[in-house]
């Protein structure tokens, strides 16, 4: 799976890593009773892994790094808790972003820069999995505050995806930041949007007039364009989540920025149109490819 807009000449691509099956309990708020279409067979949403790919002057961003390879059998007692009596065999799987880098003709040793939005299992997998640098010339960046504050109560892969980040700091490629604002490319930078994770970043791409944003896991459902009711259940403040997401989205429908997320159906792009209330409309439509 590979979607690509153009953002003032930066190429900006969508990739899959591969699929997550949550329960509805991991979206407070959202009645799956008024959507059972969003529900699969096995009694649990499918959203996809994504990590997105900033092709720009000079420098080759990855933005996420996916879960890596590795398939996270669902746990038991998850199961149990959402009453899945015939739960999917992984909660999250992984392992489809090499080949997809290779279909955008992009090689791990051609990516310069890997920001991380934020450490959830499911953005840091391919960083150095087993100990390896996965993509040999590239720094890694991350907020300061969530590579320095061990998880409490680690999520299953988690710990595995930091022994990753772990290999980084000891090769001396890890980069931490704590400003608001950093630059990661000429035309790209990164900005603190905290509330999923205290270190959350979203990305930003601009040039020549035309704007993108990458909102990592500040949105995790399209219908939380609407409704403010709809939280995630890894947030680690929903409250300050809801503010920032907020602001964010009121903030990208003035702008009529693309806006690309992680877990996104489809990963497609999108735009935030109001002719008829708020909606989110496809970015592609209306952008160079
Ligand atoms: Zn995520």
Not at 212 to 225: N, R, T
Request: negative net charge; contains cysteine.
């Amino acid at each position: 799976m590979s979607t690509v807009i153009d953002v003032g000449g930066i190429k900006v691509s969508a990739l899959n890593d591969g699929e997550v099956h949550l329960p509805p309990m991991y979206y407070p708020g959202l009645d799956f009773g008024a959507h059972p279409e969003l529900l699969a067979v096995d009694g649990t949403y499918h959203i996809p892994v994504g990590c997105f790919l900033i092709e720009a002057a000079g420098r080759t961003v990855l933005v996420d790094a996916g879960l890596g390879p590795s398939s996270i059998p669902f746990p038991g007692d998850i199961a149990a808790a959402a009453g899945l009596t015939d739960p999917p065999e992984s909660i999250a799987a992984g392992g489809l972003l090499p080949g997809a880098l290779a279909a955008a003709g992009v090689a791990p040793a051609d990516i310069t820069t890997v920001f991380l939005t934020h450490l959830h299992a499911d953005h840091i997998g391919w960083v150095a999995p087993h100990g390896v640098l996965f993509f040999p010339n590239a720094v890694v960046i991350c907020s300061a505050v969530e590579w320095q504050t061990p998880p409490v109560a680690p999520a299953p892969g988690e710990l595995e995806g930091r022994r990753g980040l772990a290999a980084a700091e000891a090769a001396g490629v890890l980069r931490v930041i704590d400003a608001a604002t950093v630059e990661l490319a000429p035309g790209v930078s990164a900005h603190h949007s905290p509330g999923h994770t205290p270190g959350h970043y979203v990305v930003r791409v601009s040039s020549r007039g035309q704007t993108a944003y990458l909102l990592g896991d500040v949105v995790h459902h399209p219908l939380q364009l609407n409704d403010k009711g709809i939280s995630f259940l890894s947030e680690t403040d929903p409250e300050h989540a809801l503010r920032t997401r907020a602001e964010l989205l009121t903030a990208l429908q003035e702008r009529n920025a693309a806006v690309g997320m992680t877990h996104f159906p489809g990963l497609d792009f999108q735009r935030i149109t109001t002719a008829n209330g708020r909606e989110w409309t496809s970015a592609r439509a209306s952008s160079r490819e």
